[in-house]
């Protein structure tokens, strides 16, 4: 009777527990990422298509490096951001999240190439659109992922 009732018990834990896992896993944006906004414009150094986050990096002008997150690699192909809509050296233009440790990582809402958004849509169409706030003035060493 125990053995099957631990059989019974090990077959209910491993049909709910892939559940449940990623569930308790995932993370509000707002844990990490504050409400004020910032453009950064540069050359993309590298682009992460994977999950959970896709992630990419940037160098502006002043030769400081930004990491923007985003969402999963389904999300980003839903809304036609693959590899090779963003090819390494684009220069783009994004529009995102500032974290709240002040570092030089953002939660990219919207990407511009050439005038033209690739992902995510023209944030002056948003009413909540906050300003961005001052650049920063250090370039901090590049990031490492």
């Known amino acids: 009777m125990l053995k099957k009732s631990m ?42 298509y994977v999950n959970p986050h896709g992630q990419l990096v940037i160098q ?40 709240r440790d002040g570092t030089n990582r953002l939660y990219v809402e919207a990407i511009q190439v050439d005038g033209k958004y690739v992902y995510g849509a023209d944030p002056s169409e948003n009413a909540d659109n906050k300003a961005a706030p001052a650049a920063d003035a250090a370039a901090p060493a590049a990031p490492a992922i």
């Open 60 to 99: 502006d002008a002043e030769g400081a490096y930004w990491i923007g997150e985003m969402g999963s690699v389904l999300g980003l192909r839903r809304q036609g951001l693959t590899p090779s809509t963003l090819p390494i050296g684009t220069d783009l233009s994004i529009h995102a999240r500032t974290s």
């Open 7 to 48: 059989v019974a018990l090990t077959i209910a834990v491993g049909a709910v527990l892939p559940v449940v896992a990623p569930a308790y896993a995932h993370h509000s944006v707002g844990a990490f990422y504050t409400e004020d906004t910032k453009d950064v414009s540069g050359k993309l150094i590298e682009f992460l």
